[in-house]
């Protein structure tokens, strides 16, 4: 019989991360300030650093939001194609939940909602994973809105090291 609590979880002094210069940067700039004042803080928290630096570190938060914007707009397109999807099997099923429709549209053929069911199904599995993982260590919970936070102590910093965790736990109670 398999035992779901991980084995050990010895407390540890977990100490915050000091947030990178991008970090800081974008806090700055996405802060409720007047343009001057955002100006004035960047200049004194960065004063350290020469006008080319600070030009490159300008350049490395531009990429950055550049890929949050891309991928903010994928996000809306999936979004967008799930919904119409949705429709779709409104109009056969009245009331049919996401994975009803997903999996009534790819039984007709349709290949983009068989592709979004795949993903659902991966990710309904990784949910009942982390939901099981989180359950056996004492420094993690599980919160209202159904995400996940650490407690003061927690080995596993990351969703995916405990889910590590557990699994290789699983493997050796078999």
Known sequence: MSDDKIETFPQQDVRAATPSDEERFLEMINSENTKEQKAALITSAFSHLTSEELEALAKRVEAICLRVAEKAQAEAQTSKEILDLMREAEKIKPGVNTLGAMTLLAKRGNERAAM????????????????????????????????????????????EALMAAYQRNQGKAE
């Open 116 to 159: 979004y069911l795949e993903q659902l199904s991966g990710h309904l599995e990784a949910q009942d994973l982390m939901d099981r993982a989180v359950a056996a260590d004492p420094y993690w919970e599980k919160l209202d809105d159904g995400s996940y936070q650490t407690l003061s102590g927690a080995v596993h910093e990351t969703p």
